[in-house]
């Protein structure tokens, strides 16, 4: 939630904060701003709406300068608004922050400066910090910095600049993530690489309670302790082309056909000689045997890939596995000790539910895998193990190749457990991995089959609420396809199981509903078919998704969409695609902002 950037060199600052903040704006969209130092003042300028309505201004007003802070915001705090929106500053104008993250503790602190005299412009958490650097101000800006980070609650990325020191931004994080871009005569700060990749591909990841102090010519990074940190550098080893749009309208269109490719490049560095490797990490048989629970633990669309991730797991490593939604899971009981293993999956690898639940089982013994697309991210690096999903950027807020990725991962996952438990033949295994290794062609070939969903979705646009429903493995596939519906098309749609249906939510089905209708299970297609009848009977419209042998469907439904002939437990990674692809051209022609939804952000860094 929220982007920053910041840049100091001997270019426009304005220039490469836009084109920064214009990277970054999938974090959050509804206003932005830049603080440019011209001169020896700090230059305001910040706007409610989209990143164009700041460029629009700044092209009528330009300010010309070579270091500068910017921010594109997802509101917490006080509405979207020009006074809500980032850079705040001191009442002398002499400091700006950008920040990204939650003060937790920013009502005691407002009222503190209150009363010793500070005027607050705005409603947000952040206005608290440049005016705590302005009270605790010693003359020296670094060690004022460390007193002010040392009074916060919560988390925060902070960009911040001091007109008395008109060639350093100080840059610090805590739960929220940053990054430092290393150029030559220039450098740069951002919550995301693709916000300096034009730039440059090194870069510094900066750690929880690191500051760094950065100017044209050097990168100073200590703890806030003041003890100096010598950092690797990370070399990015992705194009710029790969967060670009590349000739589709959308990026969440262009990573839904991505996804044969980001499924092929996540499944091929573990499969090795007709066998699983692993690579990154290798679980020992001992520890295998050692793990009697696991938890997977995830939030919205991640939470969703878990739930597979529950099915293969115990089918084939015997493991009980729970799955729970992050922002739940710290407010039960869970039963932890050293003998549970936790997965988290997390596209950003940055959400903050998911790093809290990752912590607290880390604090009572147990390790912790991390499924994860952000090398370098928090989640990563907090994890014990992590196994990246090879998808590349996703920017598109819909989560689309991220899930197929989180799917193929967690069942490698899976048989590889199976395999060190001995709970598995190693022949099912290799025909499982055979298996696996044809995905990338079965979803080209629903990609292919485009015209047929463009069709339906010009029908289910009108409609005001639409259902999916499904058993087993496609029940959790429903759940994803409702919550893509929902969220790039505006549409009420909700996830049943389909046997659930007649106990209750079958009192909404009327006349003409669209009823998407997941029947690819083999074992459950007689059961699903009857559940088909039980909505068909009633009115519904449906849509069936099924596999290509069971034409028998179309009797019984008003359109089918076919997908190829696979194993039970990977139908999911096929079976999802049309349904993204429904709410996709469902979203187009509703004429919804497809890649930002309304309300929402691509990472959420707030709890
Ligand atoms: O980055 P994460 O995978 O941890 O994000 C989790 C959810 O916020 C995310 O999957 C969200 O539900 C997507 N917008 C759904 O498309």
Request: a negative charge.
């Amino acid at each position: 939630m929220c982007g920053i950037v910041g840049y100091v060199g001997n270019k426009n600052a304005t220039d490469i904060l836009i084109e920064g903040l214009e990277k970054l704006e999938y974090r959050g969209y509804d206003s932005a701003g830049v603080a440019v130092l011209k001169e020896k003042n700090i230059e305001l300028r910040k706007y409610k709406g989209r990143l164009s309505v700041l460029k629009e201004n700044l092209q009528k007003d330009k300010i010309e300068g070579n270091l500068g802070i910017g921010h594109t915001r997802w509101a917490t705090h006080g509405e979207p608004s020009d006074i809500n929106s980032h850079p705040h500053m001191n009442s002398g104008s002499a400091i700006a922050v950008v920040h990204n993250g939650i003060i937790e503790n920013y009502l005691t602190l407002r009222e503190e400066l209150i009363n010793k005299g500070y005027e607050f412009l705005s409603e947000t958490d952040t206005e608290v910090i440049p005016h705590l650097i302005d009270y605790y101000y010693t003359g020296d800006i670094v060690e004022t910095v460390k007193i002010v980070v040392s009074k916060l609650e919560g988390s925060y990325a902070l960009g911040i600049i001091d007109k008395n020191n008109p060639d350093t931004i100080i840059a610090v994080r805590k739960d929220s993530p940053l990054i430092i871009g290393i150029g030559e005569g220039e450098n740069f700060i951002a919550s995301d690489i693709p916000a300096i990749l034009k730039y440059t591909r090194k870069v510094y990841i900066l750690e929880d309670g690191e500051i760094a102090v950065i100017t044209r010519n050097n990168i100073d990074i200590m703890k806030t302790d003041g003890t100096r940190v010598k950092k690797g550098i990370y070399d990015v080893n992705w194009n710029l082309e790969a967060a670009e749009k590349g000739g589709y309208d959308h990026f969440m269109l262009k990573e839904i056909y991505e996804q044969p490719k980001a499924i092929k490049d996540t499944i091929s560095p573990r499969y090795k000689d007709g066998s699983i490797n692993i690579g990154e990490f290798d679980l020992s048989k001992e520890y295998i045997d050692s793990v009697n629970k696991i938890y997977i633990v995830a939030c919205g669309t991640a939470y969703h890939a878990g739930l597979l991730g529950k099915m293969f797991i115990e089918k084939y490593a015997k493991i009980p596995v729970v799955v729970d939604v992050a922002s739940e899971f710290r407010y039960g009981s869970p039963f932890i000790d050293e003998n549970t293993l936790m997965i988290v999956v997390s596209q950003s690898g940055e959400t903050a539910d998911t790093l809290a639940a990752l912590r607290l089982a880390k604090e009572r013994g147990a390790k912790v895998m991390a499924v994860t697309n952000v090398v370098g991210s928090s989640i990563s690096r907090e994890s014990d193990y992590v196994f990246y999903t090879w998808a590349g950027p996703e920017i598109a807020v819909a989560s689309t190749k991220a899930y197929t990725t989180q799917l193929v991962s967690l069942a490698l996952i899976g048989i590889d457990m199976a395999l060190k438990k001995g709970t598995i033949e190693e022949t099912e295994a290799h025909k499982i991995l055979e298996e696996i290794r044809k995905l990338p062609s079965q979803v080209e070939l629903v990609l292919k089959n485009v015209e047929d969903i463009k069709d339906i979705a010009s029908h289910v646009y009108k409609s005001k609420d639409v259902f999916f429903i499904g058993r087993g493995i496609d029940y959790y596939v429903s759940m994803e396809g409702s919550l893509k519906l929902k969220e790039v098309s505006y549409t009420h749609s909700e996830a049943m199981a389909a046997g659930e249906l007649k106990h209750g939510t079958l009192a909404l089905i009327d006349e003409g509903i669209p009823v998407i209708a997941l029947a690819t299970q083999d074992k459950l297609f007689d059961k699903m078919i009857s559940n088909i009848k039980e909505v068909k009977s009633r009115g519904a419209y449906v849509i069936a998704i099924a596999k290509e042998n069971n034409e028998k469907i179309e009797k019984t439904v008003d359109k089918v969409i076919y997908i190829s002939e696979a194993i039970d437990e990977l139908t999911a990674v096929i079976s999802v695609v049309p349904l993204q692809l429904l709410a996709y051209y469902v979203a187009l022609n509703r004429g919804c902002d497809i890649d930002k939804p309304k309300n929402l952000a691509k990472s959420v860094t707030v709890e």
